[in-house]
């Protein structure tokens, strides 16, 4: 890994990303740290620009082919968050931990059974604490002999409310205790609610981390560029429309009917297909693994192959991959 510049703590916190998780998006907006009241427009050109380019996408990593001339991957990934989410929140009620329950119990095995059905390997980040919650999951991933276990922090906290210290401290925790139970060393990083903090991205090449998936600035993978130096890591990027919890959170703002879900996903991968790139697709179980809505990863992967010369594969196969070009 090349070395890094050192972070602007002030600049970067203008690129706090809002929580994936259900109905806290608003809330984490309410909560993240400000740099300070005063508006943009009087701020220093340098301030500015310093801000923008703080953590910034660098060269597209898009391969010339895919492996077998495949015109694009899918890459299927899963945030196992289930009962860290009440928790995080701060409102663990009984019937918020028994609906993030229902992701291990019985909407995990739901989706690894359609993944079976069809050869299909996945990634799964899981929160440390939520694998400790339910340790039969991971006999349950592990068992296809194909997915990969990708790290997403501790119990699904807020980086951008954490001291560097305590962040990094919960993030060696997670990497720890998921590398002696799986007996390999996780070399991806999701953030919780893809929220970076200012001190986020150091962290994560401090760990030498192979990739980060938590930023939204293209929809082909790409390296991170942090104060207008390359870092090494790679960036496969991820986007809220292609993301299932705000889509079908009932309780949320923009909830959608689970095959007009599916709608958006095939248009996404139709173009990533024509484009010859890639379609990254956020998935929670307890959202997509429930019966009306496991529809939707059927439906997506019954279209995907019909269409075919396409590569499913893993996170970290597609950085090794890209890594390689």
Known sequence: MNAHPTLLATATLAIILSSCAPGAGTADAAQSPQADDEPGWRWSDERVFATVNAVRAGRDLTPASWPGGARAA??????????????????????????????????LPRILEVLDEHDIPASFFIPAMSLQFNPEMLDAIQAAGHHEIGIHGWIHETNSLLEADEERALLERAVAYLTEVTGERPVGYRAPSWNFSPNTLDIILDMDFLYDSSLMADDRPYEIVANGEPTGLIELPVEWILDDAPLLNPRGNSYSAPRDVLQVYIDEFDRAWEEGTMLVLTMHPHYIGHRSRILILEGLIEHINARGDVWYATHRAVAEYVQGG
């Open 74 to 107: 899918v890459l299927l990934s899963f945030d196992v968050d289930n009962e860290t989410i009440p928790i995080r929140n701060g409102q663990p009620t009984i019937g918020g931990l028994s609906q993030g329950e229902y992701g291990a119990r019985r909407a």
